[in-house]
């Protein structure tokens, strides 16, 4: 399990209850964050609480969705914004300078972890959720953008996470919020949706989706799908480790024991809770069982991709940036 946490500092109670639950990693928000120095001492206190070098995720996707920013951060515009009328080849070197730059923000506060790319396909007619987020309306410039991101990401020596598997492009409504379900045909799925993500899927982790497919499974959402689970490991290809979407979304139903049961049971090697609330965290705590099976090897992999950063000169790096692409990079 990767558990979030309620502050900025890891209080008493915290650090008690992870010591006890021994998560295998934790990711941090907005609300977590401060400044560099609290940040840096609050993944470490993070560490300590397990006695080891945890994974720490964050959702920084630049754009929209950053949960570090001015001042102490970069402010960036939304990735699309790079491919709209640019040359494919220049937007692509500006796309690995922008997110080797984010990599190096993330180690430097002892982040290692990711959440991005985002390979979700959009459709015109849906939940704007993703919008500006996506990498672009086609599933071949979304994997050619989405592997540039991984490549530029794991040179910094941060761990990227594909998501949503199987895709969240044509949800009409926030999973955050609601469950969204899709009607559309399955041969037209696996040429739009799916082939995003089986063009990515060497990669170490992946996110699924709270999202209903019927053409796969009308009952459940791929989170809580045996169906679309062995879809995704043996059609998409992905034999990374999968972690759940954030288990507190209001699309699943249900106690967080039924939850955690649940996305087990369909194939999910890692439960992921967000929002802190410690009687959450205690529930699933109590329902998880020990990593085992494929899930530990799948794991074990991932820790080792994560390597030592490469050598370079971020101001160099900026300076490129910009000029390719006339954005300025703020501090």
């Given amino acids: 399990?990767?558990?979030?946490?309620?502050?900025?500092?890891?209080?008493?109670?915290?650090?008690?209850?992870?010591?006890?639950?021994?998560?295998?990693?934790?990711?941090?928000?907005?609300?977590?964050?401060?400044?560099?120095?609290?940040?840096r001492r609050l993944t470490s206190d993070l560490r300590d609480t397990v006695g080891r070098n945890a994974p720490i995720l964050i959702d920084q996707e630049g754009g929209r969705v950053a949960r570090m920013g001015p001042p102490h951060w970069r402010r960036w515009e939304p990735v699309l914004s790079l491919f709209d009328g640019a040359d494919e080849a220049t937007a692509l070197e500006a796309a690995r300078l922008r997110y080797r730059i984010i990599a190096d923000e993330l180690r430097h506060?002892?982040?290692?972890?990711?959440?991005?790319?985002?390979?979700?396909?959009?459709?015109?007619?849906?939940h704007d959720i993703i919008g500006a987020r996506a990498l672009g309306n086609a599933a071949e410039d979304v994997a050619r953008r989405g592997r540039a991101i991984c490549e530029a990401l794991l040179s910094g020596g941060v761990l990227p996470v594909i998501k949503h598997i199987p895709g969240h492009g044509r949800a009409m409504v926030d999973s955050h919020h609601e469950l969204p379900r899709v009607d559309t045909p399955l041969a037209d799925l696996r040429r739009t949706d799916f082939a995003a993500f089986a063009a990515v899927s060497d990669q170490a982790l992946g996110m699924t989706a709270h999202v209903v497919f019927e053409a796969v499974d009308p009952d459940a959402c791929a989170t809580l799908s045996p169906t679309v689970i062995a879809m995704i490991r043996d059609e998409i290809g992905f034999d990374g480790l999968l972690m759940t979407d954030d288990l507190s979304m209001?699309?699943?139903?249900?106690?967080?024991?039924?939850?955690?049961?649940?996305?087990l049971s369909a194939g999910c090697d890692m439960i992921l809770h967000c929002n802190g609330e410690m009687a959450e965290m205690e529930a699933i705590a109590a329902a998880v069982p020990e990593l085992s099976g494929r899930a530990v090897a799948r794991a074990d992999a991932a820790l080792a991709a994560r390597l030592a950063p490469a050598d370079i000169d971020i101001k160099d790096a900026e300076r490129r940036y910009e000029d390719l692409t006339g954005e300025r990079v703020h501090g």
């Fill in 1 to 39: 399990m990767i558990f979030g946490l309620a502050g900025h500092v890891v209080t008493p109670t915290e650090a008690a209850f992870f010591r006890e639950a021994d998560p295998w990693g934790f990711i941090v928000f907005t609300r977590n964050i401060e400044n560099p120095e609290q940040v």
């Fill in 109 to 126: 506060v002892g982040i290692d972890v990711n959440c991005a790319p985002l390979l979700d396909v959009p459709v015109p007619s849906g």
């Fill in 250 to 263: 209001k699309a699943l139903q249900g106690d967080m024991a039924g939850r955690v049961t649940g996305s």
